[in-house]
């Protein structure tokens, strides 16, 4: 069983920064991917950026790509989400997940794509 526990939510203005990090409670030699989602009440759980450490490959929701950049440390117990000129529609609980059984590169950017979930760090931007 992994614990994933979520870091560096808050509340920021428009157009500053926030750095999230997700750390696993063990190293995650079995881990294929890890990813952040974000979630606003009401609406479905929305993919927003992923790491897949088969090919170093690198995903972005078009809505992340050029403000948002997802990175690990070496020991890939732990992934990053660095976060620039947010706006108000960032605001969300964000989730970070991991997939450690190896679905398919076609999911990774979807929530069944993931085994284990943290308990989500909320971001605010006021505008």
């Known amino acids: 069983q992994v614990h994933l526990v979520e870091s560096g939510g808050g509340l920021v203005q428009a157009g500053g920064s926030l750095r999230l990090s997700c750390a696993a409670s063990?190293?995650?030699?079995?881990?294929?991917?890890m990813g952040w989602f974000r979630q606003v009440p009401g609406k479905d759980r929305e993919f927003v950026a992923a790491?897949?450490?088969?090919?170093?490959?690198?995903y972005y929701a078009d809505s992340a790509k050029g403000r948002f950049t997802i990175s690990s440390d070496n020991a890939k117990n732990s992934v990053h989400l660095q976060m620039n000129n947010l706006t108000p529609e960032d605001t969300a609980v964000y989730f970070c997940a991991a997939d450690r059984t190896g679905y398919p590169e076609m999911v990774a950017t979807t929530t069944i794509g993931y085994d284990y979930w943290g308990q989500g760090t909320q971001v605010t931007v006021s505008s």
């Open positions: 063990e190293r995650t030699f079995s881990t294929y991917a």
């Open positions: 790491i897949r450490w088969s090919g170093a490959q690198l």
